[in-house]
């Protein structure tokens, strides 16, 4: 039996270029204790769209919702937070630490649909959902189509003379 996959290069080129950073990162820092909290991450973004609204989605599990800033300036949506290492646990104690750790910022740049006084961003269980709801003349507006010719429509309307 033969299965079909589908090739995407691109993927490809993500996984090696973090197995590049990774040997890079590891190669330099040299097994030093800053190694655990200087990293810095970009969290994992789902963005939907629909008629009415465009929402992100980003996975920032670990971050108290205090250490999370959500901006709109300029069509430019920046989102910028902080995952913390735990400072009860003695960094000599970990073997293995595949958890990133530090600050990050996303930055998007909205288009001109949106409406961005109305932005909305709510956390919970580790993802930070942002609402980016569109203007109303952005939204799709139905045209009803008359059937027949233009003289005949014409011939239906209402006088003014009367």
Do not use: C
Request: charged fraction near 35%.
């Amino acid at each position: 039996m033969t299965v079909l996959t589908r090739w995407e290069p691109f993927r490809e080129f993500a996984t090696l270029q973090d197995r590049m950073n990774r040997l890079f990162r590891e190669s330099f820092e040299g097994g030093r204790d800053e190694s655990l909290t200087t990293s810095s991450f970009a969290p994992a973004v789902d963005v939907y769209e629909d008629d009415q609204k465009v929402t992100l989605k980003i996975e920032v599990p670990g971050i108290d919702e205090k250490d999370i800033d959500v901006r709109v300036e300029n069509n430019t949506l920046t989102v910028h937070g902080e995952r913390k290492i735990e400072k009860n646990e003695k960094e000599e104690n970990y073997r293995r630490v595949e958890r990133q750790y530090g600050s990050f910022t996303r930055t998007f740049t909205l288009p001109s649909t949106v409406d961005s006084e109305h932005v909305t961003a709510n956390y919970d269980k580790g993802v930070l959902s942002i609402t980016l709801p569109k203007k109303a003349e952005a939204k799709p507006k139905q045209i009803k189509v008359n059937v027949g010719t233009e003289k005949q429509i014409e011939a239906k309307a209402p006088s003014k003379a009367a």
